[in-house]
T-cell receptor
Framework: QKEVEQNSGPLSVPEGAIASLNCTYS??????FFWYRQYSGKSPELIMF????GDKEDGRFTAQLNKASQYVSLLIRDSQPSDSATYLC????????????FGKGTHLIIQP | DAGVIQSPRHEVTEMGQEVTLRCKPI?????LFWYRQTMMRGLELLIY????????DSGMPEDRFSAKMPNASFSTLKIQPSEPRDSAVYFC????????????FGNGTRLTVT
């Protein structure tokens, strides 16, 4: 069974600091990795995606992928109170299975 | 682009009643997914379609659940009969061409079965 694991939190980070969110996955054949942000009562929205080992930066967000360790992370620099949300890690395993498998999410709180 | 449109936004029904959830994907997207979200289980994939054809329904919890996609712009998820444990937020999402493309989610339907 394909699993995606995240620490549920809450993760509390002071405003302006770096927030680090982590995710591990069980299927070594996984090919695509996504981070979604979900505000309370809202739908998930895409923040970042990454396909290759290494880092990918987009503004204040950096996604990091280590396929050997089956580990994905999301760094948020200069954290803002508006970043307070639940962050969902999602993995696409490929091999004919087209749906994304989601972790349960990490609840991030940015303290002003 | 209007995004993925779901209706209704909220549904409250009594146990045993039939519930129908509706979804209009983004025009041009050829993959459509139905997910269910609960606190306990997170986001679970129920079923997905490619070019209106159901590809994988292994996530559908039981025979009380059924889904259809009669054309490229409309899909339904039906629960008959509904039970209290079906209470959750149901999301429809669509994506373009490659299944590994990011999903675009609708606003969801919050279902409460009493």
């Amino acid at each position: 069974q394909k699993e995606v694991e995240q620490n549920s939190g809450p993760l509390s980070v002071p405003e302006g600091a770096i927030a680090s969110l982590n995710c591990t996955y069980s299927d070594r054949g996984s090919q695509s990795f996504f981070w979604y942000r979900q505000y309370s009562g809202k739908s998930p929205e895409l923040i970042m995606f990454i396909y290759s080992n290494g880092d990918k930066e987009d503004g204040r967000f950096t996604a990091q992928l280590n396929k050997a360790s089956q580990y994905v992370s999301l760094l948020i620099r200069d954290s803002q109170p508006s970043d307070s949300a639940t962050y969902l890690c999602a993995v696409h395993s490929g091999g004919g299975a087209d749906g994304l498998t989601f972790g349960k999410g990490t609840h991030l709180i940015i303290q002003p | 682009d209007a995004g993925v449109i779901q209706s209704p936004r909220h549904e409250v029904t009594e146990m045993g009643q039939e519930v129908t959830l509706r979804c209009k994907p983004i025009s041009g997207h050829d993959y459509l997914f139905w997910y269910r979200q609960t606190m306990m289980r997170g986001l679970e994939l129920l079923i997905y379609f490619n070019n209106n054809v159901p590809i994988d329904d292994s996530g559908m919890p039981e025979d009380r659940f059924s889904a259809k996609m009669p054309n490229a712009s409309f899909s339904t998820l039906k629960i008959q009969p509904s039970e209290p444990r079906d209470s959750a937020v149901y999301f429809c999402a669509s994506s373009f061409r490659e299944a590994r493309s990011p999903l675009h989610f609708g606003n969801g339907t919050r279902l409460t079965v009493t």
